[in-house]
């Protein structure tokens, strides 16, 4: 790769030392403040921008991203729980190699005591040759008992090491599911918001209906009280109006006729 022209390495440090001097002419020792707040706020709308729908994808896409570490780790945990057996196993080999080693090596300190100084077939020793035998057996079972005190203890170690990555495994599923749970919570939010959204882009302004309503109403009420005022004044006007009966007219047949009732007493005859 080559590299910058000396010339334009030095404008490009003067503009940024005249950028820098800008902002500080500007709004003095806070100038990096307003630089981050700036720089903050830009990040956020850009974030805003984002559609919910695309955010949820990517975030299933993180949720699900750690399923091959999950697989990695539980082949970790198969591979370290068959070093663990087979170092269990080990352990106790030794640990009954150990009590044949002590064995023998009891028996030999009892024969040094009653001069039976016979070795490996049916040589026999001298006391030092037999002494030398019983240490070099000594020393070897006190080597291998260190050997399997480490072995203990590298056994002990695993142990507690499988113990913390299968917890940290159980740990990791479980929030792995307790994370997708949520996203599918979040999705089936933003679903009935979408239909919500949806069923508002059909509705209607009734104002218009409100209006002709009222219209209505006033109206009724309008033509309410003239058929009031038309009533009383035709009461009124009536009581003032000379009462006259067409010629001919028999009005007491009529009423007779209508309510099926005769006169109780006799007509005073008209005087002339």
């Known amino acids: 790769m080559f590299g910058l022209p000396g010339m334009v390495i030095k404008k490009l440090v003067l503009g940024a030392a005249v950028g820098a001097g800008a902002l500080t002419l500007?709004?003095?020792?806070?100038?990096?403040?307003?630089?981050?707040?700036?720089?903050?706020?830009?990040?956020?709308?850009?974030?805003?921008?984002?559609?919910?729908?695309f955010?949820?994808?990517?975030?299933?896409?993180?949720?699900?991203?750690?399923?091959?570490?999950?697989?990695?780790?539980?082949?970790?945990?198969?591979?370290?729980e068959?070093?663990?057996?087979?170092?269990?196993?080990?352990i106790a080999q030794v640990r009954s190699n150990l009590e044949g080693e002590k064995?023998?090596?009891?028996?030999?300190?009892?024969?040094l005591e009653k001069g039976d100084l016979k070795l490996t077939g049916h040589v026999r020793a001298t006391e030092d040759e037999f002494k030398a035998e019983l240490g070099r057996r000594l020393d070897h079972f006190k080597n291998v008992k260190e050997i399997l005190k480490e072995k203990e203890t590298t056994l002990k170690a695993k142990d507690k090491s499988l113990s913390a990555a299968r917890l940290q495994l159980q740990?990791?599923?479980?929030?792995?599911?307790?994370?997708?749970?949520?996203?599918?919570?979040?999705?089936?939010?933003?679903?009935?918001?979408?239909?919500?959204?949806t069923a508002n882009e059909f509705s209607f302004d009734d104002s218009s209906l409100a209006r002709a309503k009222s219209t209505v109403a006033d109206l009724e009420k309008r033509v309410e009280v003239m058929a009031r005022v038309a009533e009383k004044e035709g009461r009124y006007?009536?009581?003032?109006?000379?009462?006259?009966?067409?010629p001919g007219r028999d009005v007491v047949?009529?009423?007779?006729?209508?309510?099926?009732?005769?006169?109780?007493?006799?007509?005073?005859?008209?005087?002339?």
């Open 103 to 111: 064995a023998a090596i009891l028996t030999l300190r009892d024969r």
């Open 171 to 197: 740990n990791m599923a479980a929030q792995k599911k307790t994370l997708m749970t949520k996203i599918e919570g979040i999705e089936a939010k933003l679903r009935m918001i979408e239909a919500t959204e």
């Open 253 to 272: 047949k009529e009423v007779e006729s209508e309510f099926g009732t005769a006169p109780t007493a006799p007509r005073a005859p008209k005087s002339l």
């Open 26 to 53: 500007a709004f003095g020792t806070n100038a990096p403040s307003y630089v981050r707040t700036a720089f903050h706020k830009v990040r956020h709308t850009a974030q805003s921008s984002v559609p919910v729908q």
């Open 55 to 80: 955010e949820i994808d990517r975030a299933r896409d993180e949720i699900n991203g750690l399923e091959p570490a999950i697989r990695e780790n539980i082949e970790t945990i198969a591979r370290a």
């Open 237 to 246: 006007a009536e009581s003032g109006l000379p009462l006259s009966l067409e």
């Open 82 to 90: 068959v070093d663990v057996e087979h170092l269990d196993r080990e």
